[in-house]
């Protein structure tokens, strides 16, 4: 099997970057109706994912950020009604994520209208092909992992 060219390397990695400013663009426009950005979206999407009385810090890890970072974000969503902070049962200094009846609903309209962005950004993609991508991104994943770069789990919408 040939080893791609530098320039074909270059080209994957900028390609990248720029399609993940666009898929982020296309989010937040797509939930502009529900009063979420991706910023504030991918919470309570990730929040409801990981279940009820998910840490902080492991919401802030899925997310790919640092824990203070999101405390903003959170802050909004709690003021929202979206979401509760709470007092961790098994660590005091440890607060635990839970989604209100509000930001259940929200997170299910959401995660129907992520379907729907994404099924069409993918329309006249093979399984095949989208199989191929995918593979890719693993073993970048499992490179970047060796490198110390960190790789998050697939936890993104």
């Not at 991918?42 to 203070?68: F, K, S, T, Y």
């Not at 209208?113 to 991104?137: H, K, M, P, T, Y």
Request: hydrophobic share 45%; charged share 25%.
């Amino acid at each position: 099997m040939p080893t791609p060219s530098d320039s074909q390397l270059m080209a994957t990695t900028a390609n990248l970057m720029v399609l993940s400013r666009a898929y982020r663009g296309a989010a937040d426009k797509a939930l502009v109706d529900y009063g979420l950005s991706q910023a504030t979206a991918w919470p309570v999407i990730l929040a409801g994912r990981l279940g009820d009385g998910v840490r902080q810090g492991a919401l802030a890890e899925a997310l790919g950020v640092e824990g203070p970072s999101l405390v903003r974000v959170l802050d909004q969503l709690v003021a929202a009604g979206l979401m509760e902070r709470r007092e961790d049962p098994h660590d005091r200094r440890a607060r635990t994520l839970h989604l209100t009846e509000a930001g259940h609903a929200l997170r299910a309209q959401v995660e129907d209208v992520l379907v729907e962005l994404r099924r069409r950004i993918f329309n006249g993609i093979s399984e095949s092909d989208l199989e191929a991508c995918l593979r890719v991104f693993d073993a970048m994943k499992v490179s970047l992992g060796r490198s110390g770069a960190g790789a998050q789990e697939d936890a993104r919408p």
